[in-house]
């Protein structure tokens, strides 16, 4: 069974940085195409980042390109993002995500539960 | 704004059909399949429709999904009350280099 635990989700202040993580088992995690997905407080999905199987492929979405970080250690079976330079609009909670493929189609089969990112002073 | 649309409500009675539309453009649903999400209250999001009208194992056959141009539909028949929860489409964006998703529709089972 695919289970994506995340953690790290804090209150930070404004400006502040902040890193979550997600542990992944049930599959064979470098194999497999990652996600970060976050939900406002009340509001839709938005997607944030995807990384490649082995790292080298990074997208970000528009609102956290330049500010956000995702990466991956395969040998821990571990997604990691990096938040930098957060504001109160960061405030939301963070899923971890797997991605799945066939030919041109890609997407996402499993979800965690999230983890909760507060931006407040 | 998100970059795929969705009404933001829909209902019906149990037994009725519903629809859900899902809107975009030649980047994304034009081009690109599209996936569906259930999530319940308070729960995290669960997979529903991949490439625009494949159902996983588990989900019922009252689900199906359709895509046609830059738009895609979720029908819903045979509503149970269990039915009510937000729903979510999403598609990759070839010139946003990104997946986007519509903003949700949160479905009323009256």
């Known amino acids: 069974e695919v289970q994506l635990v995340e953690s790290g989700g804090a209150v930070v202040q404004p400006g502040g940085s902040l890193r979550l993580s997600c542990a992944a088992s049930g599959f064979t995690f470098n194999d497999y195409t990652m996600h970060w997905v976050r939900q406002l407080p009340g509001k839709g999905l938005e997607w944030v980042s995807l990384i490649n199987w082995n790292g080298g492929s990074t997208y970000y979405g528009g609102s956290v390109k330049g500010r956000f970080t995702v990466s991956r250690d395969n040998n821990k079976n571990s997604l990691f993002l990096r938040m930098d330079s957060l504001t109160t609009d960061d405030t939301a909670l963070y899923y971890c995500?797997?991605?799945?493929?066939?030919?041109?189609?890609?997407?996402?089969?499993?979800w965690g539960q999230g983890t909760l990112v507060t931006v407040s002073s | 704004q998100s970059v795929l649309t969705q009404p933001p409500s829909a209902s019906g009675t149990p037994g009725q059909s519903v629809t859900i539309s899902c809107s975009g453009s030649?980047?994304?649903?034009?081009?690109?399949?599209v996936s569906w999400y259930l999530q319940l209250p308070g729960t995290a999001p669960k997979l529903l429709i991949y490439s625009n009208n494949q159902r996983p194992s588990g989900v019922p056959d009252r689900f199906s999904g359709s895509r046609s141009g830059t738009s895609a539909s979720l029908v819903i028949s045979g509503l149970q009350s269990e039915d009510e929860a937000d729903y979510h489409c999403?598609?990759?964006?070839?010139?946003?280099?990104?997946?986007?998703f519509g903003g949700g529709t949160r479905l009323t089972v009256l």
């Open positions: 999403a598609a990759w964006d070839d010139g946003l280099n990104a997946v986007v």
């Open positions: 995500a797997k991605d799945m493929h066939s030919g041109y189609d890609r997407w996402i089969d499993n």
């Open positions: 030649s980047s994304n649903i034009g081009s690109n399949s």
